[in-house]
């Protein structure tokens, strides 16, 4: 087996909310071997023997809120910093992402691939998959839609959009391409923000042979042929309506995908609101989602968690 190179002028960044403690430090632990610097955005105080493990990490810069700005403020206010410290790369994560050591490493030998290709790669992502020991559907790992007419490099496959979780981006491209959506405050940011790199000459990869164990939602919800969707708090539910109705009205986001949609958000709604027995605590964010979707109006949702 090759022995990997030092790890190529690459960063990474965490965006926390009252996170497990033992999840983080195994993070953290993990990605200080593999990074020059850590950047972990709090959205809510640590606690304090947390905070006195981590303060063990002289690679790791801790910033915390004064309140719950969502997770598209946090990835910005890591870009910026990573950029202002000179990287060239960026990795982010969530804070129960679950990478192995030398998987950044690998990652980018891809990324110089595609360069060198001139496949002009802004962001390239582990696959995820369920944690090790979970019983079947209690997580649901994303499915990744190949993007067409963009033909694969062995393991490595153009897709339309990943998830944010592991996903190795160039900051440079980043930059260009614009930052996340802050006002998206959480879910559907990096689908967004990867329609946008497509629409402005840029591409997204997926590496088929690195996989990652990531846990998406609290289990899953089936909603009949064969589909099921995560299940999340109702809050969240509202926020993904919310934001997947804005963007039918972006014009990078194509056609066929607002279409797809049209179809299955019915499914979801429905779904989601028999799973959680159309009481009124789950129904009312999704209402509030659609409502707030369709008139435009973004930001952090007033039914949102507090700090």
Not at 150 to 174: E, H, I, K, Q
Request: proline letters at 10%.
């Amino acid at each position: 087996m090759t022995d990997l190179p030092d790890p190529l002028p690459v960063a990474a960044g965490i965006v926390s909310f009252h996170p497990d403690a033992a999840l983080l430090l195994d993070l953290v632990a993990t990605l200080s071997r593999d990074v020059g610097r850590i950047y972990l955005f709090n959205n809510a105080p640590l606690e304090p023997a947390l905070e006195a493990v981590l303060a063990d990490y002289p690679a790791l810069v801790a910033i915390t809120a004064d309140s719950n700005l969502g997770v598209g403020v946090g990835l910005n206010f890591i870009a910026l910093a990573a950029s202002r410290d000179g990287f060239e790369r960026l990795a982010l994560f969530d804070q129960d992402s679950r990478p192995w050591p030398g998987m950044l490493p690998r990652l980018g030998l891809a990324f110089d691939r595609l360069e060198a290709l001139r496949r002009a790669p802004a962001a390239l992502a582990p696959r995820l998959v369920a944690p090790r020991g979970r019983v079947a559907g209690a997580s649901k790992p994303p499915r990744y839609r190949p993007r067409r007419g963009c033909p694969p490099d062995g393991a490595l496959t153009p897709v339309d959009f990943l998830p944010t979780s592991g996903t190795l981006f160039n900051l440079r491209t980043l930059r260009e391409t614009g930052m996340f959506r802050a006002d998206f405050f959480i879910d559907a940011i990096d689908l967004e923000w990867c329609f946008r790199a497509w629409a402005r000459g840029q591409s997204c990869w997926l590496a088929s042979d690195v996989p990652m164990e990531h846990t998406v939602g609290t289990g899953t919800i089936p909603l009949g042929f064969g589909l099921t969707m995560p299940n999340q708090r109702p809050f969240r539910m509202g926020t993904y309506l919310r934001n997947t109705l804005y963007g039918f009205r972006l014009a990078h986001v194509p056609l066929g995908w607002k279409l797809k949609q049209l179809l299955y958000l019915p499914l979801q709604c429905f779904g989601f609101a028999r799973h959680h027995r159309f009481r009124a605590a789950a129904v009312g964010p999704m209402l509030r989602g659609l409502r707030d979707g369709l008139a435009g109006r973004l930001g952090v949702p007033p039914d949102g968690p507090p700090s």
